[in-house]
Nanobody
Framework: QVQLVESGGGLVQAGGSLRLSCAAS????????MGWFRQAPGKEREFVAC???????YYADSVKGRFTISRDNAKNTVYLQMNSLKPEDTAIYYC??????????????WGQGTQVTVSS
């Protein structure tokens, strides 16, 4: 069983930056696709970014040019660098892992989430 633990959330002013981290347990991290999702109050969970096992990267249109996803397989960690934050980025951010390795909307493992709040 893989466990995912997010960290790095917090309160930031609009225009500021945060870096989220997601540490994964297990020895097969490098073969997983890793994604970030978010859920704002009263809204459905939405895709933010994904990095496949081979390094392919995808972003939601709403975060392109502002967010950067990366992974460090030696540390079993995936990151989400968030710049130029906007109040509409406020949400709980979740890390997810997919055993298939390719970026998709189906993930097998989820973290507990970390709160990101952007003030105007």
């Amino acid at each position: 069983q893989v466990q995912l633990v997010e960290s790095g959330g917090g309160l930031v002013q609009a225009g500021g930056s945060l870096r989220l981290s997601c540490a994964a347990s297990g020895r097969t991290f490098s073969s997983y696709a890793m994604g970030w999702f978010r859920q704002a109050p009263g809204k459905e969970r939405e895709f933010v970014a994904c990095v496949s096992w081979s390094g392919g990267i995808y972003y939601a249109d709403s975060v392109k040019g502002r967010f950067t996803i990366s992974r460090d397989n030696a540390k079993n960690t995936v990151y989400l660098q968030m710049n130029s934050l906007k109040p509409e980025d406020t949400a709980i951010y979740y890390c997810a892992g997919g055993r298939t390795g390719g970026c998709s909307m189906t993930y097998d493992y989820w973290g507990q989430g970390t709160q990101v709040t952007v003030s105007s």
